[in-house]
């Protein structure tokens, strides 16, 4: 979190920091929080962990779900924050928790 942009946990941690919701900074200390959601009970506002070695390995990387399949994240130093889909991607395959920090009603729908 800078001037010059954000880095994945960094992102998610400052949209919940708005919200008057305060998670840690970093994405391996946010996996380890949080209430666990199950894949088909995800919704929008949810936190998406990813981990090298296909999910098994270590965390690497946060996103927040944006519904509809898709996440909202910021891929990495120098790229715009961005909106894509999960699923027939890399992060489908590294997908390894999801965690919810807020209640759903919390969430307001902007569409």
């Known amino acids: ?17 708005a919200s008057e919701i ?3 900074r970093d994405a391996s200390n946010q996996v380890q929080t949080g209430v ?3 894949d088909e ?4 506002g949810d936190l998406l962990y990813f981990a090298h070695e296909k ?3 270590d965390v690497h990387h946060v996103a927040m779900y944006a ?3 898709e996440m909202i994240h910021a891929p990495k130093t120098g790229k715009a924050v961005e909106q894509i889909p ?12 999801t965690r919810r920090f807020t209640s759903k009603a919390l969430w307001r729908d902007f569409s």
């Open 55 to 57: 999910g098994e390995g």
């Open 41 to 44: 009970e995800m919704t929008v």
């Open 1 to 17: 979190m800078s001037g010059f942009g954000y880095d994945c946990s960094g992102f998610v941690y400052t949209m919940h920091k």
């Open 67 to 69: 519904g509809n399949g």
């Open 86 to 97: 999960i699923y027939g991607t890399v992060y489908e395959q590294e997908h390894c928790a």
């Open 36 to 38: 666990e959601v199950k």
């Open 22 to 24: 305060i998670i840690p």
